[in-house]
């Protein structure tokens, strides 16, 4: 078993090896159900559609019990702290757990304390793993390879996407910019090879075209027009005749119509969103077998049978 929490945790074989599971699991229609018989427990501090639901998805297909943990209706209203939340998870023997919080570094804290296999969903502005991992399978789909060169469009400052994709896409081989309004861009970013407020810098010789939400729940700071503010970098009809024309759209969503990006591009054949949310499913399962060790399950069943 091990966590998965940082982008930091997987090398670069790894990164491999989940990419052509991912594909692998994509092209066939019955997978083998490595995953029959554990328990895995979602729990979304923080809300979600997509994360969420294909975890949930990807579970099932694997054969497993899924249990979906609200904090709405959870006793967590009464005020039971998040860990003692998770302990008492734990001790109904589950074997994963599935985590999202706004606090950054909350899921490296919980993940010290279980002693069960623990993915990150998404933590704060700090990382967001799995969102990484289905955009990898995803450019290399596209255009199949793995060293690709990138530009990152928008709020950087807030966005956990934005520092897992970097961590991804440079330990693949590839080079990653970053280009988005002053105050939204920090002035060092790991990784980056271009930090630039300008878009046809960002977006000149690029394959993909990654474009940001402006993460309104994360800025306490209100600006009267953040939406005008953001549309000077938006991707639209024109904006993306700056970078090459086999170059790809890509958004992690949910986006903000006609702010980051435009009506008449978003769903245009450049656009890979709606197949970022597909492989998010293929994604996440060959993640949960590596972290779970699905090998080793598909061992003990059978030595269970026999
Ligand atoms: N991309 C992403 O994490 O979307 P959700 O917040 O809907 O899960």
Do not use: W
Request: glycine letters at 6%; hydrophobic letters at 40%; one cysteine or more.
């Amino acid at each position: 078993m091990r966590h998965v929490v940082d982008m930091k945790d997987l090398s670069r074989k790894d990164l491999e090896t989940i990419i052509e599971k991912a594909l692998y699991f994509k092209k066939i229609k019955h997978p083998v159900k490595t995953l029959a018989g554990m328990s895995i427990v979602n729990v979304f501090f923080e809300a979600s559609t997509r994360t969420r639901m294909s975890f949930q998805k990807a579970q099932s297909v694997l054969g497993a019990n899924v249990l979906n943990f609200d904090p709405g209706t959870s006793s967590l209203q009464k005020g039971e702290t998040d860990i003692d939340t998770l302990l008492t998870l734990q001790s109904m023997d589950v074997d994963a757990f599935v985590i999202r919080i706004s606090q950054n570094g909350g899921v490296e804290k919980f993940a010290e304390l279980l002693d069960k296999p623990v993915i990150n969903a998404g933590d704060g502005t700090n990382e967001h793993p799995t969102q990484a991992l289905l955009d990898l399978v995803t450019m290399n789909e596209s255009f199949g390879k793995n060293k690709l060169k990138v530009a990152i469009i928008g709020d950087i400052l807030h966005s956990r996407v934005a520092r897992s994709l970097t961590e991804g896409v440079t330990a693949l081989g590839g080079e990653v910019r970053i280009c988005g309004p002053e105050d939204f861009v920090p002035a060092k970013f790991d990784g980056a090879s271009i930090i630039t407020h300008n878009l046809e810098e960002a977006l000149d010789g690029v394959d993909v075209v990654y474009s940001l939400r402006v993460q309104k729940e994360r800025i306490e700071e209100l600006y009267d027009d953040l939406d005008d503010f953001f549309r000077k970098y938006q991707i639209n009809e024109e904006t993306i005749k700056l970078a090459p024309k086999h170059a790809i759209l890509m958004h992690p969503g949910p986006f903000n119509r006609n702010v980051e990006v435009s009506d008449g591009i978003v769903y245009s054949e450049r656009s890979r969103i709606l197949e970022q949310v597909r492989n998010g499913v293929y994604a996440r399962m060959a993640v949960m077998e590596m972290a779970i060790g699905a090998n080793e399950n598909i061992q003990s069943l059978q030595e269970t049978v026999a």
